[in-house]
């Protein structure tokens, strides 16, 4: 079984930063790809981004990109997003979420998830 836990939200002014963490045990299956989510109130769980296993394939969603970095350390097995320059709209629970290696943009295509991690943003 694998257990995803994310740590590191908060309450941060406009134009402020954050680094969110997610920590993977438990039985992790090889070679996975990790990849944050999010879902503010009253809307969708939306891509945020994605990384592949080595790190070589990186992809952000439109509204993030130069803005939130992700990185990942396998000897650790974790996970973390660098987000600067936040903004009231990044306002939302945060979710960690791996799957067998397929570097996707849908949630559908992940089979573990986080318990989430809230972010807020005031102006």
């Known amino acids: 079984q694998v257990k995803l836990v994310e740590s590191g939200g908060g309450l941060v002014q406009a134009g402020g930063s954050l680094r969110l963490t997610c920590a993977a045990s438990?039985?992790?299956?090889?070679?996975?790809?990790m990849a944050w989510f999010r879902q503010a109130p009253g809307k969708e769980r939306e891509f945020v981004g994605v990384?592949?296993?080595?790190?070589?394939?990186?992809y952000y969603a439109d509204s993030v990109n130069g803005r939130f970095t992700i990185s990942r350390d396998n000897a650790k097995n974790t996970m973390t997003l660098h987000m600067n320059n936040l903004k009231p709209e990044d306002t939302a629970v945060y979710y960690c979420?791996?799957?067998?290696?397929?570097?996707?943009?849908?949630?559908?295509?992940?089979?573990?998830w986080g318990q989430g991690t809230s972010v807020t943003v005031s102006s």
């Open positions: 979420a791996a799957n067998r290696g397929v570097v996707a943009l849908s949630p559908q295509e992940y089979d573990h």
């Open positions: 438990g039985s992790t299956f090889d070679r996975p790809a």
């Open positions: 990384i592949s296993w080595d790190a070589l394939l990186l």
